[in-house]
């Protein structure tokens, strides 16, 4: 059986305010910030040493979003493999008072509903 390389899958998401959602990928997931465009309408992430693209956000006028239709808005959800610390991860959700669930993993959902999972 040979390796195929698959490559990756790096989403885009809709948010409808950035900072929000900034506050949400850099300060609670720890991801880090390579490119920003348009005024920072665009961000692009990375995570831990990695300069490889994992996520984009993209912002969006409220009204724009709501006429789009779901499109994962069931059965969707993002892991992000954060390793050993896993367990660690409630930390900064508490410092800040964000909700999460813990259910043997951080389960969180970023200000516009999109649900995150921390594993290791």
Same mark, same amino acid.
């Not at 950035?18 to 920003?36: A, D, P």
């Given at each position: 059986?040979?390796?195929?390389?698959?490559?990756?899958?790096?989403?885009? &998401? &809709?948010?409808? =305010?950035?900072?929000?959602?900034?506050?949400? !990928?850099? *300060?609670?997931?720890?991801?880090?910030?390579? !490119?920003?465009?348009?005024?920072?309408?665009?961000?692009?992430? #990375?995570?831990?040493? *990695? =300069?490889?693209?994992?996520?984009?956000? *993209?912002?969006?006028?409220?009204?724009?979003?709501? #006429? &789009?239709?779901?499109?994962?808005?069931?059965?969707?959800?993002?892991?992000?493999?954060?390793?050993?610390?896993?367990? !660690?991860?409630?930390?900064?959700?508490?410092?800040?008072?964000?909700?999460?669930?813990? =259910?043997?993993?951080?389960?969180?959902?970023?200000? =516009?509903?999109?649900?995150?999972?921390?594993?290791?």
């Amino acid at each position: 059986m040979t390796n195929r390389d698959l490559g990756s899958i790096n989403a885009t &998401l &809709l948010v409808t =305010d950035i900072e929000k959602s900034r506050f949400f !990928y850099e *300060s609670l997931l720890k991801l880090k910030v390579q !490119y920003e465009f348009y005024d920072g309408r665009l961000i692009c992430y #990375s995570w831990g040493n *990695s =300069d490889e693209i994992i996520l984009r956000i *993209s912002q969006v006028e409220e009204e724009e979003l709501a #006429s &789009l239709p779901k499109p994962l808005g069931t059965g969707v959800e993002f892991i992000l493999n954060v390793g050993r610390g896993y367990q !660690y991860a409630p930390g900064s959700f508490e410092k800040h008072g964000y909700p999460f669930i813990w =259910d043997g993993c951080l389960v969180a959902y970023d200000p =516009d509903g999109y649900k995150w999972m921390l594993a290791g």
